[in-house]
């Protein structure tokens, strides 16, 4: 069965500090792999996905970034963060097909608070 | 482009009552449309996802009809419970654009005893 393990849990930073947030994917080879960003009370936004390692395309900047070391990891990542990063960052894997096998597989979430 | 339009906001239900949340699509290519429900502190899931050959997904009793004359994949269920309140998103994914998935701005599902 495939699982997906994203952290850390939570992050409490200061604006301006760096940030990584990593996910890995276990039981799954070449997954599609996603990075969702959720303000407080907001909808989901795509942020980056890949669909291979080393290949990492942005839907939406924010002043971040995300690289795909590995088959089963994704990170995202920035060397300042802004007040405006505070939210709900989730990882998402889904088949390497498109359409209706797009099903995405949702880590349990980082949130991300920035004072 | 696609878009996804949903009925968003609060929704508030007394148990046992019928549920329904609308949904509303654009797309340019074969549509396929995900209900994803997410509850308090937890990751979103997926509930329902459309079949090619017209056939009713149903999950946890919820049912939703893909009906491309009126580009609609509205989320039903006969009787709400109250473990149902959850925030709900309606989803967009084109053929052969198996990187994109379109969410709606989600509906906020309470039900009360």
């Known amino acids: 069965a495939q699982t997906i393990h994203q952290w850390p849990v939570a992050e409490i930073k200061a604006v301006g500090s760096p940030l990584s947030l990593g996910c890995t994917i276990k039981g799954k080879s070449s997954p599609n792999l996603y990075w969702y960003w959720q303000a407080t009370g907001g909808t989901l936004q795509q942020l980056f996905y890949s669909i291979t390692v080393g290949q990492v395309e942005s839907v939406v900047q924010l002043n971040l970034s995300a690289s795909r070391p590995k088959d089963d990891q994704f990170i995202l990542s920035t060397e300042k963060l802004l007040l405006s990063h505070s939210g709900f960052y989730l990882c998402a894997w889904s088949l390497e097909t498109g359409g209706s096998q797009n099903t995405l597989y949702f880590g349990a979430g980082t949130r991300l608070s920035v004072l | 482009g696609d878009s996804v339009t949903q009925t968003e906001g609060l929704v508030t239900l007394t148990e046992g009552l019928p549920v329904m949340l609308n949904c509303t699509y654009q797309?340019?290519?074969?549509?396929?449309l995900f209900w994803y429900v997410q509850h308090l502190n937890e990751a979103p899931k997926l509930l329902l996802k459309?079949?090619?050959?017209?056939k009713r997904p149903e999950h946890q009793g919820f049912h939703a009809t893909l009906h491309k004359s009126s580009s609609s994949f509205h989320l039903q269920k006969s009787s709400a419970q109250l473990s149902d309140s959850a925030l709900y998103y309606c989803?967009?994914?084109?053929?052969?654009?198996?990187?994109?998935?379109?969410f709606g701005k989600g509906a906020k599902l309470t039900v009360s005893p």
């Open positions: 459309s079949f090619t050959d017209n």
């Open positions: 989803a967009l994914s084109e053929q052969g654009t198996g990187s994109k998935l379109s």
């Open positions: 797309s340019t290519y074969s549509p396929f």
